[in-house]
């Protein structure tokens, strides 16, 4: 998968919200809840606006002063999660 490549948004059936300082996403249709750190919320947020997966990985590297083969390997492990659990589509 290059997700270099693609853009991804919030799949129909899902809502994300913060609670208590943490990212939350529920499922509606399965009446499940997934939580998110703060490196993946910060991730997702981007993902769920839009944003070019490069400039989401730059971004990444600028706030969490990580390398950026360690920001794409975290957006690649996140996107990957994410569509496997049919949270987010490609568009």
Known sequence: MNMNQKKYKLNKGFISQNVENEMV???????VLFSFNETAAFIFKRI????EPEKI????????????????????????????KN???SV
């Open 87 to 89: 949270i987010i589509v």
């Open 25 to 31: 996403i529920f499922d509606g249709e399965q009446s």
């Open 57 to 84: 990985i730059k971004a990444v590297t600028k706030t969490y002063d990580i390398s950026e083969e360690t920001a794409k390997k975290d957006m690649h492990d996140l996107v990957t999660k994410l569509t496997k």
């Open 48 to 51: 769920s606006k839009g944003h």
